[in-house]
């Protein structure tokens, strides 16, 4: 399947791109086979390296109290599901996740989920599961999880029932080979962003909050689930070890739930502070030696594994290793985000979601390197570059310093690396619709790094049910039992943990209160608070961009207003009132290609520019000159989401579709960009372009369909007039959108907001 993938790729990329990519391949290649062997004959748990492995640096600081106990319900819950292994993941619903439980199934396919275990002390169930030069060490591990802890099947699409073999080695673990056998599963369960909620769970049952177990069961839990994966996850074999952006994700979220723990005055036994310390290392050195860095083309992946190596460097003890670990991971950190975020502060991906994943990343990485403790500092200085072999290499020593505007200590990020910072938030805020959740532009897979804060609405299970297809059978509790819906277009805690950096009041308005994400990034980057690049009320840059003249504007109505009325097809939407217009503001973000008016009563979004990735489009669909349009916070026509990926490939391209977007249609049926390049991967042959952007209104234009298709959207007090043109002929099918907000469309999909799919 990998040969077949990459012949296909080659052919689309210039030769000499190309040229290199195999070049890159073939070197990853040539040393796999003796790899392999190595591996399967000896173990790939590391040896012990620390002499105080309780002595992990320390980065984040305690979460003041009395901002935790508001959320005291919540957190009570959710720890709750959490501690009875009970998982909503991608869709799944709350299920308590073990080996050999019955799986509902995916869209009707069902596979076997394997055999029951008995989880004996001395861990003799994991023979047979483990390979055996791993086998002695993975009980070892085992012995030290508290008897009558029930084992979690972190092998396992819980989803579907597919499992895959703890045994295989990373690099042959399949993946898009069954219909509805998703990897995404297990491996976003295996990200374990749960663990943070254990941490604030302990900190409020010692202040004496009422509805918590004792402190030591949220603890003892987070040690155990640690223990567990370790145990039964030798490095470099499984599923939880086949890419490298999970790897990373995961320990980033164990060393930062072990540090909140510590900041509440928790405190661990030596042999599991050990583990900890050994297996952070394990991780790290596995993201250090599979980096998914290509010299034509990185993305959110590369930015994790940086994101995660930075983590493990910053915590663990002082090596010649880790120093370069550390200093690799800064510097990449630095070119990254300028590479994968463009000056406007909107990301490459063409994805608002993933925006919202690489901003995280970007942001506690950046935090954590301002906190870093002195002598963390001194590694920077000092460390040898020799002792990193990979690519794509580390400058030799020291890590290039700048001087804070404003004054302050020197830090190893230039200037344009706080801007762009500062103007994510700022994409998000006027990406994000009036109802408080983001627009979706692309894909959507509700990825996170670090989930410290999530947005879980109460409701019934019976609700639940009625609420989303994919849980219509869901039977894992009572109708009337409380379902915490997790809502994943609410983007709000990115502006509250900027604003732990900036301090800034547009920020703090925008997230509004309760968010425990701004005192963290502020104790994490040790109180530093950064200069704004934006005066005090001063309009963002993305507000004063215009494209095109008022006179140009004229010369193309007039000039279509011409046409026969078979090449102009107009939709006109009423919406009755007054002051539609009223307070009407624009907002332009050329690079990343979406184009917005807003005004108290609308807001209305145009999506036009390139597809991402340098071209690649591994996130983008075909939405070009595609519209959203809520009035009066409801919503009008929307971005139906993702909804799935390599589990049915068919249900990817029907959510990447034009079908499935309020764009242009070409009577023929025929997409605008080429589908069949790959599940991630979107021709673009649109060349999108906007001619024109004002208080008029919007034109843009693609050549999807072989000749140019112009769309032009008017506004007018009393509502919206969306044309489609084209000059040439090429048939178009009339605009529309249903009653429901769904796009007029053949077969259009219901809405997503993540891996799930909502009935309305």
């Known amino acids: 399947m990998k040969i077949g993938y990459y012949l296909k790729k ?17 070197r990853r290649e040539a040393g796999a086979w003796w790899r392999k062997w ?191 994966f370790a145990a039964t996850n030798p490095p470099r074999f499984g599923v939880n070890w086949a890419c490298t952006m999970d790897v990373a994700i995961r320990v980033a979220n164990w060393l930062a739930a072990y540090d909140l723990f510590r900041a509440f005055g928790a405190t661990f036994d030596e042999p599991f502070a050990a583990e900890l310390a050994r297996s952070a290392y394990d991780h790290g050195r596995f993201i250090a030696g599979n980096l998914e860095w290509f010299v034509d083309l990185r993305s959110n992946h590369y930015l994790a594994d940086v994101g995660g190596l930075l983590f493990v460097a910053a915590y663990l003890p002082r090596t010649l290793e880790t120093d370069a670990w550390l200093a690799f991971a800064v510097q ?44 963390k500092r001194k590694a920077l200085e000092g460390y040898d570059h020799r002792c990193f072999s990979g690519q794509p290499g580390l400058a030799p020593a020291p890590v290039p310093l700048y001087p804070l505007a404003g004054g302050g200590p020197s830090v190893p990020f230039p200037r344009s690396h706080f801007e762009r910072l500062e103007r994510m938030g700022e994409f998000t805020i006027d990406a994000t619709k009036p109802d408080g959740r983001v627009l979706q532009v692309g894909d959507n897979d509700s990825g996170r790094f670090l989930k410290l804060q999530p947005v879980h609405h109460p409701i019934s299970v019976g609700l639940a049910r009625k609420r989303y297809a994919n849980l219509r059978d869901y039977d894992e509790m009572p109708g009337e039992s409380l379902f915490l819906d997790e809502d994943h277009l609410d983007h709000r805690h990115l502006l509250a943990a900027l604003n732990g950096l900036f301090g800034r009041e547009d920020f703090a308005s925008f997230a509004g209160d309760g968010w425990l994400e701004t005192r963290i990034v502020q104790g994490l980057a040790g109180d530093l608070r950064l200069p704004s690049v934006r005066q005090p009320g001063a309009p963002r840059d993305a507000a004063r961009m215009r494209t095109g003249s008022l006179d140009e504007w004229e010369r193309m109505r007039t000039r279509w207003e011409s046409l026969p009325q078979e090449r102009r097809k107009i939709l006109d939407i009423d919406i009755p009132g007054y002051g539609l217009l009223s307070g009407m ?16 009563r609308l807001f209305l979004a145009i999506r036009c520019g390139t597809v991402g990735q340098n071209g690649n489009g591994g996130h983008a669909h075909n939405d070009q000159l595609s519209v959203a349009l809520c009035v009066d916070g409801e919503d009008r026509i929307l971005d139906p989401g ?26 023929d049926g025929r997409e605008p960009g080429r589908l069949d390049l790959g599940l991630f991967q979107l021709g673009d042959e649109a060349g999108a372009q906007c001619l024109h952007f004002g208080e008029e209104g919007f034109i843009g234009t693609h050549r999807g369909f072989g000749e140019p298709v112009y769309r032009v959207v008017e506004l007018f007090l009393r509502g919206v007039r969306i044309v489609d043109i084209t000059e040439a002929g090429v048939p178009l099918r009339a605009p529309g959108y249903a009653a429901d907000g769904r796009p007029n469309c053949t077969e259009a999909p219901p809405f997503s907001p993540g891996y799930g799919v909502r009935r309305g």
């Open 10 to 26: 080659a052919g689309t990329l210039p030769p000499h791109v190309a040229a290199r990519r195999a070049a890159e391949i073939a």
């Open 38 to 228: 190595r591996d399967a004959v000896f173990p790939t748990y590391s040896e012990p390296l620390f002499s105080r492995p309780s002595g992990l640096y320390r980065c984040f600081r305690p979460v003041p109290l009395e901002t935790l106990r508001p959320l005291g319900e919540r957190i009570a819950r959710l720890s709750g599901l959490y501690a009875a292994h009970r998982f909503d993941v991608l869709g799944s619903g709350w299920v308590e996740q073990k080996h050999g439980m019955a799986c509902a199934g995916l869209e009707g396919r069902r596979f076997g989920s394997g055999r029951p275990v008995d989880a004996d002390a001395e861990g003799r169930w994991l023979t047979g599961r483990i390979n055996p030069p791993n086998l002695p060490h993975s009980r070892r591990i085992w012995r030290l999880v508290d008897e009558g802890h029930v084992p979690i099947d972190w092998h396992l699409d819980f989803k579907s029932g597919y499992r895959w073999p703890e045994s295989v080695w990373y690099r042959n673990v399949p993946y898009g080979h069954l219909p509805g056998a998703d990897i995404k599963v297990p491996r976003e369960l295996a990200r374990m962003h749960h663990l943070a909620q254990f941490a604030w769970a302990y900190a409020l049952s010692r202040d004496g909050q009422a509805g918590f177990l004792p402190p030591e069961t949220y603890a003892r839990e987070f040690r155990n689930q640690v223990l567990d």
């Open 332 to 375: 990449e950190l630095v070119k990254e985000t300028a590479e994968q975020f463009h000056a406007e502060g909107s990301n490459f991906e063409a994805s608002t979601c993933y925006h919202r994943l690489s901003a995280e990343i970007v942001l506690y990485s950046t935090a954590l390197v301002l906190g870093l403790p002195e002598e």
């Open 585 to 600: 503001t624009l907002a332009a973000y050329s690079d990343f290609g979406l184009y917005i008016f807003r005004s108290e």
């Open 642 to 667: 993702t909804y799935l990926y390599t589990a049915l490939p068919e249900r990817r391209n029907e959510y990447r579709s034009v079908n499935a977007h309020f764009a242009p249609h070409a009577a």
